[in-house]
């Protein structure tokens, strides 16, 4: 390990404090091996994303927030609702709760 975990070991970038899986972590950053010893020991999700395609090991990230500290918008305006399983605004019924809100959006002003 080498420097912060708030600076990238690689780039030397900032580092926003994040997750990967450790499978796949020890394969990118280990050689694979579990005990094996990390080239640039903590690196950004960035870097860790160009070792992981440079070495030919895992390609198409998906990135998210586990702390989220917005009201997100759901519900496009024509009506598709955020699907989190499939990742994609879907056609679907509009949520109560969403209709709900909408409405007491319009009468708060
Ligand atoms: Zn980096």
């Known amino acids: 390990m080498s420097g912060s ?3 990238c070991g690689r780039c030397a970038g900032h580092n926003p404090t994040w997750t990967a899986p450790s499978p796949l ?3 990118v950053m280990r050689g694979g091996d579990i ?4 080239s640039y020991g903590v690196v950004c999700p ?5 070792l992981a395609e440079e070495s030919g090991i895992a390609f198409r990230w998906r990135f998210y927030a586990q702390d989220v500290r917005a009201e997100l918008q759901l519900v496009t305006p024509s009506g598709r609702v955020w699907d989190d399983s499939t990742w994609l605004f879907v056609q ?3 949520p109560w709760w969403w209709r709900a809100r909408q409405r ?3 009468t708060e002003r």
């Open 5 to 7: 975990e708030n600076t």
């Open 25 to 27: 972590w020890n394969e």
């Open 35 to 38: 005990n094996g010893q990390e």
């Open 46 to 50: 960035s870097c860790f994303a160009a």
């Open 92 to 94: 679907g019924e509009t």
């Open 104 to 106: 007491s959006r319009h």
